[in-house]
């Protein structure tokens, strides 16, 4: 995939090309089309967008914005706490 293939060649000329890549796809199916059932053989899965974490040191590869993952500005782990009665309060 054209817009992929450019990225990576960006991130690579930046110094990032050694960097692991974690794989970002729908949890609907093994393949790239969650109409496939069951676990498919012998199909390429299309990348189609790649995405640089270089604070985390890592890239993401995937379909394309569907498959990312989306976190917040603030940690989800600032909002955990022990309350009086020793309780742990604020997990999802």
């Known amino acids: ?5 450019r990225k990576i060649k960006l991130y ?7 960097l692991p890549i974690c ?3 729908t949890h ?5 089309d969650p109409n496939w ?14 995405r640089l974490s270089a604070g985390a040191g890592s890239s993401t590869a995937g379909r394309g914005n ?8 603030v940690p989800a782990a600032t909002r955990v706490d022990i309350d009086e009665q020793e ?3 604020g997990l999802f």
Not at 1 to 5: C, V
Not at 28 to 32: D, I, N, T
């Open 12 to 18: 690579t000329d930046l110094g990032f090309g050694r």
């Open 66 to 73: 569907d498959d990312h993952a989306r976190l917040g500005i």
């Open 87 to 89: 309780r742990i309060v």
């Open 37 to 50: 059932k069951g676990v498919p053989k012998s199909y390429k899965f299309p990348i189609r967008d790649v």
């Open 1 to 5: 995939m054209p817009e992929a293939n």
């Open 28 to 32: 609907l199916s093994f393949s790239h």
């Open 23 to 25: 794989m970002a796809k």
